[in-house]
């Protein structure tokens, strides 16, 4: 699995509605400054985050974005999946190509092994989470004199 700029800018944006959940509608101005994300792409991934059913976008001079949900209910796994569509997925294009079909299987059954691995630990992840370890780090670099 690749996880491509629209991927991590992505979750880079869902990361800061997350840490501003319950405030009312972010701009996406706001996002794009924060975040230093291309505003017309980032635009674009708002949409993609939108369709998903992960964010409510609102039209307008005081519009803006939200989480549809709370961030201890969208998981990674939710967002990556909208943004960058199956994890690892198998092509069977090549299956009429020969070569030994029990070695084929035990290839494509340890690919399987490693997405639902991979699946299991981004779902258990929460943006709750990301916000979470955001404040750790934020107290971590705070220095008292």
């Not at 796994?77 to 909208?82: C, N, Q, T």
């Amino acid at each position: 699995m690749r996880i491509s700029s629209k991927g991590e800018y992505g979750l880079r944006a869902l990361l800061d509605l997350s840490q501003r959940h319950g405030i009312g509608l972010i701009q996406s101005r706001e996002i794009h400054l924060r975040q230093g994300i291309d505003e017309n792409y980032l635009n674009q991934i708002l949409i993609l985050l939108r369709r998903a059913g992960l964010i409510e976008s609102v039209r307008g001079p005081q519009g803006g974005h939200r989480l549809a949900r709370s961030p201890a209910q969208i998981t990674l796994l939710d967002a990556i999946s909208a943004l960058e569509g199956p994890l690892l997925p198998i092509d069977t294009s090549r299956d009429g190509q020969g070569g030994d079909p029990v070695d084929r299987e035990i290839v494509r059954g340890a690919i399987v092994t490693v997405r639902h691995t991979l699946q299991d630990h981004l779902a258990a992840l929460t943006l709750d989470d990301l916000c979470q370890r955001k404040r750790q780090l934020s107290e971590e670099a705070m220095y008292y004199i």
